[in-house]
């Protein structure tokens, strides 16, 4: 009899143990499933960017811009590079605000998020149960906007007060400029690809997409804001205000002095990338404005600021780590 109890006892311990390892098992295996479903796409410096993240902005972009679909699994894939690209740029701005101690207030990022909910004809609350109903994570949202609102701040309060003109170059400006009496000015809309950024990447296919996207409906503020480079003119979705015929190289007035009003200019490749233009409107002055030396003074200082920022972003890059996982990419 004892030596039946010991038995069972011992099969029961066995039951017992086997019961409770397939268990710790099958938990194991399903938070090894859960940990799997996301991971990291990018490092930058302390942080990561995880395809959680990246899916949810792509999502983000397609929904802002009247983008259906993107079905060519290239087109898709160079989205989301060029994704992770802003959104690496966008954690660098928020670190350097952090060291900076530049903060954005609660006061800012709300009317921020109202203006952004005015331009969909919708209020703040609206907005986010739209962005609910395409699966769009609200806080990270506001993270990007958050981002943008820290990098106008670092561009005002520590790029700008660096900038200085000399007269010297106000004089060469005007005197490189044959400023005739019959001026045609063009207010202009920008979109910028760089070409250094995509070293994996064709940046003129990527430029064309967004054309052919543009002229089948998409918006252009919201391309602007997700895709441009252009970094002074991103805020105010691209707009880059009236500019002169002498001020203009003679590419971009040859891509835009046949367009229509509301028209959307070929990529046109200038300097380090390729710009694309949207003609807001036109007008001709019939003698030469009083204002050609402020528009001038404008015009450099516009130049040379966003140069300046592109360089301090850079500068940026370089100091801190950043790890892009590209395999991870091409499995989204």
């Known amino acids: 009899m004892l030596l039946k109890n010991k038995i069972w006892h011992s099969i029961s311990f066995l039951i017992i143990v086997t019961f409770v390892s397939l268990a710790s098992g099958q938990c194991l295996a399903q938070s090894n499933t859960t940990l799997s479903n996301n991971f990291v796409i990018a490092k930058v410096g302390n942080s990561v960017i995880t395809n959680y993240q990246l899916l949810d902005r792509f999502r983000l972009v397609l929904h802002s811009a009247r983008i259906k679909s993107i079905k060519s699994s290239i087109e ?68 990007q906007i958050e981002s943008d ?40 809309a920008q979109i910028f690809i760089s070409d250094s950024n995509y070293l994996q990447q064709d940046p003129l296919l990527i430029a064309n997409k967004i054309v052919a996207e543009l002229r089948t409906g998409a918006d ?58 949207k003609l807001i409107d036109s007008s001709v002055e019939p003698f030469i404005s009083e204002d050609d030396a402020k528009i001038a003074q404008i015009t450099i200082s516009t130049k040379k600021l966003q140069a300046m920022a592109k360089g301090y972003l850079s500068d940026l890059r370089r100091r801190i780590f950043v790890e ?9």
Do not use: C
């Open 149 to 188: 609102l820290l990098w106008s701040k670092i561009i005002t309060q520590i790029i700008k007060p660096r900038l200085n003109i000399a007269d010297a170059e106000l004089r060469e400006y005007l005197e490189q400029r044959n400023i005739s009496a019959d001026i045609r000015k063009f207010h202009l």
């Open 220 to 277: 252009f503020k919201n391309m602007a804001k997700q895709f441009s480079q252009a970094s002074l003119f991103v805020e105010d979705g691209g707009d880059m205000g009236w500019v002169s015929q002498s001020d203009m190289d003679q590419k971009i007035y040859s891509a835009v002095v046949k367009l229509r009003k509301g028209g959307y200019s070929d990529p046109v490749m200038i300097g380090d990338g390729y710009h694309i233009f």
């Open 324 to 332: 892009i996982q590209n395999d991870k990419i091409s499995l989204l």
């Open 76 to 143: 898709k894939d160079n989205f989301l590079r060029q994704l992770v690209d802003r959104m690496i740029d966008e954690e660098i701005i928020r670190q350097e605000a952090q060291n900076l101690k530049i903060a954005v207030s609660n006061e800012e990022l709300e009317l921020a998020v109202e203006n952004a909910a005015l331009q969909q004809k919708l209020n703040p609350h609206q907005l986010k149960i739209n962005l609910s109903q395409h699966n769009i994570s609200f806080d990270r949202y506001l993270r």
